[in-house]
């Protein structure tokens, strides 16, 4: 299960040991996604990349490897891995879920949960926790 927040704003049943955050990118205007598996450790690892707009992983994201295009049945147009020199593994995962930003937490088998209107512009952040549930 994935938590937001110690407080508890949401809560998601994770079924695999995978999830991505889709978000608008604020500098190109379009949808772009980041996947992450859960490590055997209860990190998050980003495992992939996801645009609309190949401009976002070639430019943004400045990807060394070469994106292909998606399967048909995914969400977005374009995915590379990242950077294998630099691994991204968190123990923790703070988002700024922001109205401009829209980031949305998609896990199989649950609707999108759009984390952007679980907050207020005060605090726009969110904690991701992994949560085991009997």
């Given at each position: 299960?994935?938590?937001?927040?110690?407080?508890?704003?949401?809560?998601?049943?994770?079924t695999?040991?995978?999830?991505?955050?889709?978000?608008?990118?604020?500098?190109?205007?379009?949808?772009?996604?980041?996947?992450?598996?859960?490590?055997?450790?209860?990190?998050?690892?980003?495992?992939?990349?996801?645009?609309?707009?190949?401009?976002?992983?070639?430019?943004?994201?400045?990807?060394?490897?070469?994106?292909?295009?998606?399967?048909?049945?995914?969400?977005?147009?374009?995915v590379?891995?990242?950077?294998?020199?630099?691994?991204?593994?968190?123990?923790?995962?703070?988002?700024?879920?922001?109205?401009?930003?829209?980031?949305?937490?998609?896990?199989?088998?649950?609707?999108?949960?759009?984390?952007?209107?679980?907050?207020?512009d005060?605090?726009?952040?969110?904690?991701?926790?992994?949560?085991?549930?009997?």
């Open positions: 299960m994935i938590s937001i927040d110690d407080g508890e704003l949401a809560s998601v049943p994770l695999g040991s995978g999830f991505s955050v889709s978000y608008r990118n604020s500098l190109y205007g379009t949808r772009a996604e980041e996947r992450y598996t859960l490590g055997p450790d209860g990190t998050f690892v980003l495992d992939q990349i996801a645009a609309d707009q190949l401009a976002v992983l070639e430019e943004y994201y400045a990807v060394p490897g070469v994106p292909s295009a998606a399967a048909e049945s995914d969400r977005r147009e374009w590379v891995e990242p950077d294998p020199a630099r691994p991204a593994v968190f123990e923790e995962l703070s988002i700024a879920a922001t109205d401009l930003g829209q980031r949305t937490l998609h896990v199989d088998g649950a609707p999108p949960l759009e984390l952007w209107s679980l907050v207020d005060n605090n726009p952040f969110v904690e991701l926790h992994l949560k085991e549930t009997p």
